[in-house]
């Protein structure tokens, strides 16, 4: 083929792209290799006091949601509000993994935005996050009392698809 | 009323548009003079419809006409003069037409100076240029109508985002878009040779200055976005790395590459087929920012308002302009390849080094960028990867391209002897890395390997851009020394350098430190004392604020006092942070407040950022480079260059060595 035909050909892959992009309707997340298996392990230093750590262990006796969040994050901006609502309602305890941040910069978001975590855990190098399957910020888990992590949701989270995915999981499996 | 006639105004600048569309084109098809210099007069017809309705909006805003939608939900009437001035363009549609207003002047600028070019190819330009209007002109009125009426009116108006009432944010975006805008110049001059399919070293001559206007434009924009995004954000970044951001980045990146491979398209007639793909690549990178910026499909903290609408209608445009260029592209390209050849050492190699390495840095961008997409479309989120990525993918094209950028400068096209190649650059390499090494060690205490090369490289580039304007400054007085192509290509890039040893001695020497202050206490950060002395109340013309009164001290020496803010707009009720920033050369101390904690006790963050001017000074300088580049006299003459009056030997001599900088 011509060379002169790839810039072409390079484009319209892109714009074909961009409109799958814009027209997408809602597709439900595809399962995380993780979902079924007991949540990896991890000790991190927390946000608030570097000598008080937070881990796998403190995750299992209850349904608990692990939270991916990082100040750059714009979706973290955008759940942040639920997250604050769901923290006061009590109903899950939340986790945080401020994943690949500045701790000051972590810090000061939750002291002017609030806290909605039982604590967060300060993964600077993003090493937990591997562990974790992450792919970027925000991701959710959601973990079970026996430590098994049952749903992942990609993206912010809100209250439709808190309702419509995390709680039938969360009182289904108290049966 | 007056809303009406903008409205009106906007119709008939379109009617025009489509006008100064036809005629050129098909004037200069049909070789008929009468329909290119209709083209000429339907632009500045165009242009001044255009003015008049942007007239009226800046009216509406002016006279807090809230009937008026894009008014009332984007100003108040407390809302300082200034800012309902800026407030036209502090959202969608405003932004939209500000930038048709730039299209249209561009277009009669390029009406005006280009009457020394062959009448068939400016009217092409002027022809390819009205196209591009009537697409954003349909865009703003069926999509983006900024004169869309509220009945019955509010009293008083949403306001204007509180992040937007700042004087760097009233002329962020039209410099930027005066730089985006001047892309789509550089554009109709690769369409209409391509159209013509006559595609000489005169083009290149005919394009270059445009170009770097453009390219001038857009790094002053993006640099007082970054400073804007530095101060007024609150949080001493500088960069984000944010889609909008590289929506701005991507252009600039290519324009730059450009802008080298048109100085060998000039020079030596190569590289034609891939400076045009370069063109065209520029102005579609500034509608694909403009598509991702305005349709939504990219989760950012500055993104507009979304609609799909806006989306799709921005995207068919992207898609009719960028793939009927690159049909014609295809079509035109395979003639224009040169068979003059040049050697390996030549600067013409490190030219092409400089292209490959800029679009690499492009390509990354743009997939960093596009990844987040990419993710939602396979999982169903919107997620971003974030600065991590973007730091460490974006310094493996920088770093070669700095090195080879010095090198690049002083070495001669077609061919280098190789013995002669590397002398005058012995010193400045020399300096380079001994201050490289010693500048951080010494003065900052703290070395290590990258933050070594970043200095080194920084120095490199400033030393190795000192050459030609010191020797012939040295050997000769007067004019003939050093065309002014050269010396704006040094300036140019001792600006880079600046900017380098900026970004490398901020990023490893940064100091911040979250405190809790009460009134009278002090902390001390980087070997400053911060005394918070005072806090008081104060009030705004649109907001009440908290201001503290911070003195600096360093060894018990006043250094200066700070007012930091943290204000809450009336009307949107958020909070912002204004930060008190103390300014030297060599440093900023950086003091915003937080948030009270507990009984006179409020938390502040402290930041010592130690060359961080030298990031936007160096900008500054590279557009000053840019600006000494356009005033060479050969854009001047309307005859193509002529060959040059040899003035004895050894001048000759001087000056061609000289001229092979450019």
Known sequence: MNRYLWPLVAVIALIVFLVIGLTRGDPRALPSPFIGKPAPQFVLPTLEDPSVTVGSEQLSGQYSLVNVWATWCGGCRTEHPFLMDLSRSGAI????????????????????????YVASGFDEDGRVGIDWGVYGAPETF??????????????????????RDFVPLISGGGK | MIPEIGQFSLILALMLAIAQGVLPLLGAHRDDATMMVAGRSAAMGQFLFVAVSFACLTWAFLNSDFSVLYVANHSQLSLPTMYKVSAVWGAHEGSLLMWILL?????????????????????????????????FLLFAL?????????????????????????????????????????????????????????????????????????????????????????????????????????????????GTALIHSLAVTERRGLFKSWTLLLAITAFSLSLLGTFLVRSGIIVSVHAFATDPTRGFFILSFLAVVVIGALILYAWRAPSLDSDAGFSLLSRETFLLLNNVLLVVAAALVLIGTLSPLVIELLNGGKISIGPPWFNIAFIVPMLPLIVLLGLGMHTMWRVQAKETWFNPLKIPALIAVVLGIVVPWIFYGRITVLLAAGCIAGF?????????????????KGAAGITRSALGMSIAHLGMGLFVIGVTIVSAFNHESDQA??????????GYEFELRELRDVQGPNYSAIEGLVEIRKDGDYV???????????????????????????????????????????????????????????????????LI??????????????????????GRKRKVAAEGAQ
Do not use: C
């Open chain 2, 560 to 626: 200066g006092t700070l007012r930091p803010q943290k204000r809450q707009y009336l009307v949107q009720k958020n909070w912002m942070t204004e930060a008190g920033i103390h300014v030297d050369w060599n440093k900023d101390l950086f003091v915003a407040l937080g948030d009270q904690i507990g009984e006179g006790a409020w938390s502040v963050r402290i930041q010592y950022k130690p060359m961080i001017r030298f990031i936007w000074f160096g900008a500054l300088i590279m557009a000053l480079g840019g």
């Open chain 2, 629 to 650: 580049a356009v005033t060479d006299k050969r854009y001047r003459s309307k005859e193509p260059v002529a060959p040059k009056k040899s003035k004895g030997k050894g």
């Open chain 2, 460 to 476: 490199w580039i400033i030393g190795s851009s000192l050459v030609l304007p010191i020797r012939s400054l040295l050997r000769e």
């Open chain 2, 142 to 254: 069926l999509t983006s109508n900024p004169f869309d009426r509220l009945v019955p009116p509010p009293a008083d108006g949403g306001d204007l985002n509180p992040l937007l009432q700042d004087p760097g944010l009233a002329i962020h975006p039209p410099l930027l878009y005066i730089g985006y805008v001047g892309f789509s110049v550089a554009f109709a001059f690769a369409i209409a040779a391509m159209i013509s399919g006559d595609l000489d070293q005169r083009w290149a001559k005919w394009t270059r200055p445009w170009t770097t206007v453009a390219w001038m434009f857009l790094t002053l924009g993006i640099a007082i976005g970054s400073w804007w995004a530095y101060y007024e954000l609150g949080w001493g970044g500088w960069w984000f790395w944010d889609p909008v951001e590289n929506a701005s980045f991507m252009p600039w990146l290519i």
């Open chain 2, 517 to 526: 202050l009460r009134q009278g206490g002090t902390v001390e950060v980087a």
């Open chain 2, 103 to 135: 299209l249209s002047a561009w277009t009669v600028a390029v009406a005006k100076f280009s009457k020394g070019l062959p009448q068939a190819f400016s009217s092409r330009v002027i022809g390819v240029l009205g196209l591009l209007s009537v697409g």
């Open chain 1, 93 to 116: 305890p939340i986790y945080g993994i401020n994943w690949r941040d500045n701790a000051p910069e972590a810090k000061r978001w939750l002291q002017q935005l609030g806290d909605p």
């Open chain 1, 142 to 163: 959601l973990v079970d009392p026996q430590g098994i992590v049952v749903y992942k949701h990609l993206g912010p989270l809100d209250r439709t698809a808190w309702e």
